[in-house]
């Protein structure tokens, strides 16, 4: 599987881009370039870590994606408070983050299922 095929990736992805257009006129650069930067931080470490060789490399990548999506969420909140985001527009972002940063947990605990049931047949192999 390609990380272009998930569906986490795809969503977390078009996030990123709606930040990105939605704020393109934004004055505040740090705001802005934070904002941005977290949004564009769950998908790059989703496909990072989808490109990574052990599963416990796409588990750590996996992860940070995760973190990345709250400090994101956080950030949205920040920014209907000082109404740099309408808040139609962030309550929407903020419904997606958190369906994105369930469908990371999933995905990290599938992950870690695949990493304990290959630990088992490795223990069962050697015994």
Known sequence: MRFEDLEVWKRA???SADIYIQ???????GFKDQITRSGLS??????EG???????????FLTYAKG???ELRCQIYIGM????????????????????????SGLIKTK????????VFMISFVL
């Open 68 to 70: 990345s999506c709250g």
């Open 23 to 29: 704020l393109r006129n934004l004055r505040d650069f």
């Open 81 to 104: 408070d000082i109404e740099y985001i309408p808040k139609n527009v962030g309550k929407k972002w903020i419904q997606e983050t958190i369906e994105i940063s369930s469908m990371l």
């Open 112 to 119: 870690r299922g695949f990493l304990k049931n290959a630990l």
């Open 50 to 60: 989808f490109e990574r060789e052990s599963q416990r490399d796409c588990i750590k």
């Open 42 to 47: 769950v998908p790059s470490n989703t496909a």
């Open 13 to 15: 992805a078009r996030l």
